[in-house]
């Protein structure tokens, strides 16, 4: 018996790779595209395009928030502001885009309004806005994913999307996070 | 060998029960009563008074309370959704470490369940998959 643990490792002793899980930046073009005419068709203002765009984004992301927390925090929670941004500009941003966001910034005169700074967007690669539908950002579904996992964590929080350098997520925190984020710093 | 645990109950973040599952007794209102009980005990475990941070970030929140018959254990995920687990006193076998291991099982189990995109966080928990985790944390050995 003794033999057997001294032989070299074989594949089966080795624990299994995580693997890459990506998909083709075509089939999820093609998905995207799918979602924004299917909104498209039943709305009639771009504003309304975009909150229905969002609302999507927040099913996908109340259903990723706990399988990521499980997967990544090693049965932790997440109870400081910075670190749940950093975690959303690193860890979401990766399983979700393949990358991490490009820029995450507070704002000089707000400490409640954070902004997470993307030049272009997975989501809108191919998406050329038309002329009359000069505000419209389909990066809204990704704000709406964005949103549900902050409220999720227990950090309620209203992300809206804008053109600014690029795609701009702006995160306005509620008074009540900033107030239990002072609580647990000062500790 | 004694049961591993008698009640096992998942509960909203709002506090209202998604799933409740106990062994077949003649009392098995009493289960709901003392999971409703101990909800008290979790907010208070969770409110953030006299903590340090490390703590706070802990999901497992150990014994909630002891009475007579039965051990009352506790846990919340990063979601506020609260699992309890009800063990009798008698069972000397399930230590902290067994009860942990339970908790991520059932943790486990109920993120599987929630990826399913038919499930709607907040309604009730019907998956049979969920259901057979449960029911294996509470049979007999």
């Known amino acids: 018996m003794a033999s ?16 890459k899980p990506e998909v083709n930046v075509a089939t999820f073009a093609l998905l995207f595209s799918e979602i924004v005419q299917y909104c498209q068709n039943r709305v009639y203002t771009v504003p309304e395009l975009q909150s229905k765009l969002a609302e999507m984004g927040q099913h996908v992301g109340t259903h990723l928030l706990d399988v990521l927390f499980v997967r990544e925090k090693g049965f932790k929670r997440e109870i400081k502001l910075l670190s749940m941004l950093i975690f959303i500009k690193s860890n979401f941003w990766k399983t979700v885009y393949g990358r991490e ?13 954070y902004y997470i700074i993307e030049k272009e967007p997975l989501v809108n690669r191919f998406i050329s806005v038309p002329k009359d539908k000069g505000s419209l950002n389909c990066a ?3 704000a709406g994913m964005l949103e549900a996992v902050l409220n999720g964590a227990n950090f309620p929080a209203k992300v809206t999307v804008h053109w600014h350098k690029g795609t701009c997520f702006m995160i306005k925190f509620d008074e009540s996070v900033i107030a239990r984020d002072k609580m647990i710093d000062s500790r | 060998m004694s049961n591993m645990a008698v009640c096992v109950a998942v509960i909203a973040k709002e506090n209202y029960p998604l799933f409740i599952k106990t ?4 009392n098995e209102l009493q289960f709901y009563y003392t999971v409703h009980t101990s909800l008290d005990v979790v907010e208070e475990k969770i409110s953030s008074v006299g903590k340090n941070a490390n703590d706070l970030r802990e999901l497992y929140l150990g014994l909630l309370y002891p009475t007579e018959d039965y051990k009352v254990y506790g846990y919340v995920t990063n979601t506020k959704v609260k699992f309890v687990v009800v063990v009798e006193s008698s069972n000397t076998s399930l230590r902290d470490n067994e009860i942990r291991t339970m908790f991520k099982r059932l ?6 369940m929630l990826s399913n995109p038919f499930y709607n966080p907040g309604e009730n928990i019907v ?8 029911m294996g944390m509470m049979k007999q050995d």
């Open chain 1, 4 to 19: 057997i643990g001294k032989q070299k490792a074989s594949n089966l002793d080795k624990s299994l790779s995580k693997g």
């Open chain 1, 101 to 113: 966001a490009e820029k995450l910034e507070q704002a000089n005169d707000d400490e409640r309004t």
């Open chain 1, 140 to 142: 809204a579904f990704t």
């Open chain 2, 23 to 26: 062994t077949p007794t003649d």
């Open chain 2, 107 to 112: 943790h486990g189990a109920y993120v599987d």
């Open chain 2, 127 to 134: 998956s049979r998959k969920f259901e057979n985790v449960v």
